[in-house]
């Protein structure tokens, strides 16, 4: 079974551009998260998707922070602008009906 | 809203001892998993837990839940280098993960 893909590996942009991260979950998986790992924290919960329907944004910096999920498969999280506190590991993860969490490599992701 | 609390924070461990890491969440919650990760490395899953009394072992590695105390604990037996990582608990919360801080376990000889 492929596992979680997750692109770019790395990713060093200044502040105020704008990235993008992709992810390709397992297949047959309805459930898509990402997460935002900051180092020498625990993964934080951005946003979680159910097919391609959200079903969770609320710790979501939607003024800088956008996320989508195209035919319920694929999804790209972007950021724009993006500030230097938003350097971190963006994780993805899918799951099949809430069990089974199984986590992308990440992008880690560095602003200066 | 569920928080999740571990500790210690960071843990410096001699090969050969035992100790416990303690992971403390404050709702109820029926399925909790532990997680290690490698600098730089994604999570890898250890164990998932999902009664209360559940307890799963691996290797030197043996975890286990209290639903009623809302704690697990992970027992580290006779510890080796090759243990040395970043543990974490994540507790269940309407099918997302909520992540406890994690603990940096170092082994040293």
């Known amino acids: 079974e492929a596992g979680v893909a997750q692109s770019p590996r790395y990713k060093i942009i200044e502040k105020r551009q704008s990235v993008a991260f992709w992810c390709n979950p397992i297949?047959?998986?309805?459930?898509l998260y990402w997460y935002q790992q900051i180092l020498g924290q625990g993964p934080k919960l951005l946003i979680q998707?159910?097919?391609?329907?959200?079903?969770?944004d609320s710790q979501l910096p939607k003024d800088r922070f956008s996320a989508e999920r195209l035919k319920g498969v694929d999804s790209t999280l972007k950021i724009q602008p993006a500030k230097l506190e938003d350097s971190a590991v963006y994780l993805c993860?899918?799951?099949?009906?809430?069990?089974?969490?199984?986590f992308g490599s990440g992008t880690r992701l560095t602003v200066v | 809203e569920l928080k999740v609390e571990q500790n210690p924070l960071f843990l410096s461990m001699q090969e050969g001892k035992n100790y416990t890491i303690y992971c403390n969440y404050s709702?109820?919650?029926?399925?909790l998993y532990w997680y290690r990760q490698d600098p730089g490395k994604s999570l890898e899953s250890l164990f998932v837990?999902?009664?209360?009394?559940a307890v799963k072992q691996e290797g030197r590695l043996m975890a286990s839940l209290d639903t009623k105390a809302r704690l697990s604990t992970l027992h580290i037996t006779a510890a080796v280098h090759d243990l040395s990582a970043t543990y974490f608990c994540?507790?269940?919360?309407?099918?997302?993960?909520?992540f406890g801080t994690g603990t940096r376990l170092q082994v040293f000889p």
């Open positions: 993860a899918s799951s099949l009906s809430g069990y089974g969490y199984t």
């Open positions: 297949s047959g998986h309805a459930t």
């Open positions: 998707f159910q097919n391609n329907g959200v079903v969770d």
């Open positions: 709702t109820t919650s029926d399925r």
């Open positions: 837990l999902l009664s209360n009394g």
């Open positions: 994540a507790v269940v919360d309407t099918d997302k993960l909520i």
